[in-house]
C-alpha cells in the first residue's frame, strides 16, 4: 500500500541493525488510541500466534518502552505491540 514507506523503514532497519555495538529495538504499533496507561501490553511477532489486538493505548505504550529499557527482552528483535 505505501511502498516508498516500506523501503524507507527496511532501509532504517538494515543501517541500525548493521552496527555491532548498538542494542536496538524497533517495534510496530497498530492504531494509537487515549485508553488507559494500565492496559496489558502484548509484545510478539506477527502471524498465527499473535495475541494482540488492533489498538495500544499511548499509556500504555510508554509503560511498555520503559519496561522494556530495563528488561531488555526485545534487544535486537523486531516485536508487534499492542493492548491485549
Given at each position: 500500500?505505501?511502498?516508498?514507506?516500506?523501503?524507507?523503514?527496511?532501509?532504517?532497519?538494515?543501517?541500525?541493525s548493521?552496527?555491532?555495538?548498538?542494542?536496538?529495538t524497533?517495534?510496530r504499533?497498530?492504531?494509537l488510541?487515549?485508553?488507559?496507561?494500565?492496559l496489558?501490553?502484548?509484545?510478539?511477532?506477527?502471524?498465527?500466534?499473535?495475541?494482540g489486538?488492533?489498538?495500544?493505548?499511548?499509556?500504555?505504550?510508554?509503560?511498555?518502552?520503559?519496561?522494556?529499557?530495563?528488561?531488555?527482552?526485545?534487544?535486537?528483535?523486531?516485536?508487534?505491540?499492542?493492548?491485549q
Amino acid at each position: 500500500m505505501t511502498p516508498n514507506g516500506n523501503a524507507e523503514m527496511r532501509r532504517i532497519g538494515e543501517v541500525v541493525s548493521s552496527d555491532d555495538e548498538l542494542e536496538w529495538t524497533a517495534f510496530r504499533v497498530p492504531h494509537l488510541n487515549d485508553g488507559p496507561a494500565d492496559l496489558p501490553v502484548y509484545a510478539g511477532l506477527l502471524g498465527p500466534e499473535w495475541k494482540g489486538t488492533f489498538e495500544l493505548s499511548r499509556g500504555s505504550q510508554a509503560r511498555w518502552i520503559l519496561k522494556e529499557i530495563e528488561e531488555g527482552k526485545w534487544v535486537r528483535g523486531a516485536p508487534t505491540i499492542s493492548n491485549q
